[in-house]
């Protein structure tokens, strides 16, 4: 049975107090003069207008990994009530039926933003395979390339590393619901722990379903005005976590 507990602000996240966040947090925003937001909204739930100046960036991670890490995301936590099987739930996650919808819906939605630049695209995979390289880029995209050295960034990588997020599970474990026997949100933080739980006909199926709404095709008619050699095979390969 689900368990809804009514809870303040601060006791769900220590940084927030009632509607505002704590006077600490705001000091700092006011010295670096910028904000920082994270959202599992779609694409075209986002406010409709903002800011200029704003920078999104949409992180991306091989969806049946995705699958296989919500699944224990919600079948750990009270509050989600997930208490099917993985297969159950893998049904449930390709029909749609889950919350945010079908991975691919997802994708699509902020598709357009990529292709005209609003939206720096970062994937999972890229993060774990060479992070230096993924925070090159991204601070590229912030604009912070011209104030931050190579060893600067060099000197904060290990900070943004998984085994040392997980040293630190008071600070990255969501205290927004309440967890099942010690889970720990900071769960394996690998590439590919899809292939140790989910079976070759789920992968037939997943492909299936990209097929069946035409996910490439979709792709490319997003990015094809903007890029005139952009390769959608390769880019929804990509994607999918295939290289």
């Known amino acids: 049975m689900c368990q809804i507990s009514h809870r303040s602000s601060r006791s769900i996240d220590s940084h927030w107090n009632e509607n505002e966040l704590i006077p600490p947090i705001q000091n700092r925003h006011n010295q670096l003069g910028r904000r920082l937001f994270n959202t599992h909204l779609r694409g075209d739930m986002l406010p409709g207008e903002t800011p200029k100046k704003c920078k999104f960036i949409y992180i991306h991670r091989s969806p049946l990994d995705a699958c296989v890490s919500f699944y224990h995301h919600l079948s750990h936590q009270h509050e989600g009530c997930y208490e099917k099987s993985l297969n159950e739930f893998f049904d449930e996650w390709i ?37 230096e390289e993924s925070v090159d880029k991204l601070a590229k995209f912030l604009e912070l390339d011209d104030c931050l050295t190579s060893q600067d960034v060099k000197s904060i990588l290990p900070l943004f590393s998984f085994s040392t997020m997980k040293k630190d599970l008071n600070k990255f474990q969501p205290k927004s619901v309440t967890w099942k026997k010690d889970f720990n949100f900071l769960r394996k933080g690998v590439v590919g722990d899809e292939k140790e739980t989910l079976s070759d006909e789920q992968r037939l199926r997943f492909k299936a379903h990209l097929d069946s709404r035409y996910f490439s095709k979709e792709i490319k008619e997003h990015f094809k005005d903007k890029h005139a050699t952009f390769d959608s095979k390769k880019f929804v390969n990509r994607l999918i976590g295939y290289q």
């Open 95 to 131: 029909a749609g039926k889950l919350p945010f919808g079908t991975w691919s819906d997802h994708i699509l939605s902020y598709a357009s933003l990529v292709a005209n630049g609003e939206v720096f695209l970062l994937s999972y995979e890229d993060m774990v395979g060479n992070l």
